[in-house]
């Protein structure tokens, strides 16, 4: 028995994952408990009924509720249990009769304690756009396969979905676009919905799972060796250098290291190790990692770190926050034109931040390294094998490969012969 206090939530918490399923009941109220298991951590409330049978209601996730609400939630339900009410069995017949729309909103709540920020903000604009106003009144146990399906193709052809809400345009209204991409995520995002609900013992069967998705409609685009050297032509034009230093840092560190914008935006000088050359990420989309950087990274690390103002590698103009107009300036710098003309410098469609990290991999693969490799550079997961998780440094040949890749990127940005240039060991001062 254990007093379920905000500190001993906490201290569960940090032993996240639970390898077996364990179980804390509540010094102060009969009944009450947490239940681990996993990475998920639940309020129940455990009593018997009038028929002297064991039930366990489920109050709700430690991540959204703290204990005291979780408490007197467990006070009620004592107090209906006293009355010879059966609030388990109630609840069950009830969610027996949900919609989608509630079972997504009851998912939300409960059943993405896994997922990063990040994630469930991309889950909650699928289940507003596309999911809720499609099929959100369907009774869960009536969805069929044949429904999802239209669903499916609804998203697929873009059926003129609009959602009311907070908006800066007429009316507060926006029109949401569909596409084989959006439909085969949204039915993904589904099928892990429907999982849960399984797994609570609303439904017997999932009528998402099975169903042939389309194929995604996004392009691989990136930049080869003669759009590098354009880009870099851009970025170090005076004019931007000097209106948008912190954009054309960032875009030259993504474009050198293959990171995700994000990982390079939220970067502070902690996670920063020049001597070693790699990241110290403290999370990322596939956890706590070390990832290399080469010489060509280093040289433009080594120059903003005489700058340094922050704890932000890419401090905002103004404020204790980070630089965030990344992909609007980006937009912006890809919009500058030949000298008395319209034309874009860089006329290729498609050109995102993303973008960069694709043109990383490309030009490694290119230079004749292995998946696996590129796999290591990028932080894929594909990656993780048992040495690369406990190990705390970061493999030399993936910075002997990195090196290359980076000084090969940085020649072509500085309007070099990508080939022609020798790698300077900076780390170790020689040819600094």
């Known amino acids: 028995m254990e007093n379920l206090t905000i500190s001993f939530i906490k201290s569960l918490k940090s032993r996240i994952p639970f390898t077996k399923e364990a179980y804390f009941g509540d010094s102060v109220l009969k009944g009450f408990g947490i239940r681990c298991q996993g990475k998920s951590l ?17 109050i709700g996730s430690a991540f959204n509720l703290a204990p005291e609400e979780a408490r007197n939630i467990a006070k009620q339900l004592f107090a209906k249990v006293s009355n010879g009410e059966d609030p388990a069995h109630d ?36 289940i507003r756009n596309h999911i809720k106003p499609l099929i959100g009144k369907e009774p869960v146990k009536n969805v069929t396969r044949g429904i999802v399906e239209k669903m499916m193709l609804d ?3 873009g059926k003129g979905i609009t959602v009311k809400q907070a908006s800066d345009k007429p009316r507060g209204v926006t029109n949401v676009t569909g596409g084989n991409t959006a439909a085969s ?8 919905i429907f999982t849960f609900a399984e797994h609570r013992g609303i439904i017997t069967g999932n ?26 032509s851009i970025l170090n034009s005076d004019k931007h250098q000097t209106l948008h230093k912190s954009a054309v840092d960032a875009i030259k560190l993504i474009l050198l290291t293959g990171c995700r914008k994000n990982e390079i935006l939220t970067l ?42 922050s704890v932000w590698v890419f401090p905002a103009s103004s404020g204790k926050n980070h630089y965030q107009g990344l992909p609007r300036t980006f937009a912006a710098l890809l919009k500058t034109n030949k000298e008395g ?4 410098l860089l006329p290729k469609t498609g050109v995102t931040i993303h973008t960069l990290r694709h043109t990383f991999a490309s030009i490694g693969a290119d230079m004749g390294y292995t998946e696996f490799t590129l796999a290591g550079l990028l932080g894929h997961k594909k990656r993780g094998t048992v040495t690369n998780r406990y190990s705390h440094a970061v493999d030399k040949s993936l910075i002997a490969a990195a ?12 309007g070099k012969d990508p080939a022609s240039a020798e790698i300077i060991n900076i780390a170790k001062g020689k040819g600094a």
């Open 403 to 414: 090196d290359c890749i980076s000084l090969r990127i940085n020649n072509a940005l500085e």
């Open 91 to 126: 609840k069950q017949s009830n969610r027996k009769a949900l919609t989608v729309a509630e079972l997504c909103d009851w998912y939300m709540q409960e059943g993405t304690s896994h997922k990063k920020a990040s994630t469930l903000a991309i889950d909650a604009g699928r």
């Open 268 to 309: 502070k000088w902690e996670y920063v190790d020049l001597p070693n050359q790699c990241f110290h990420f403290p999370d990322t989309k596939t956890g706590k990692q070390i990832r290399p950087f080469g010489v060509g990274a280093l040289q433009l690390l080594k120059e903003l770190e005489t700058h340094k103002s």
């Open 42 to 58: 639940t309020y129940v409330f455990k009593y018997r009924n009038q028929f002297k049978q064991q039930r366990t209601y489920t």
């Open 185 to 192: 995520r949204t039915v993904q995002l589904l099928g892990a």
């Open 207 to 232: 009528p998402a799972h099975g169903i042939k998705k389309p194929k995604s409609n996004v392009k691989d685009v990136f930049l080869d060796i003669d759009d590098i050297k354009v880009l870099g």
């Open 341 to 344: 003309s319209s034309e874009p």
């Open 155 to 157: 998203i697929i052809n």
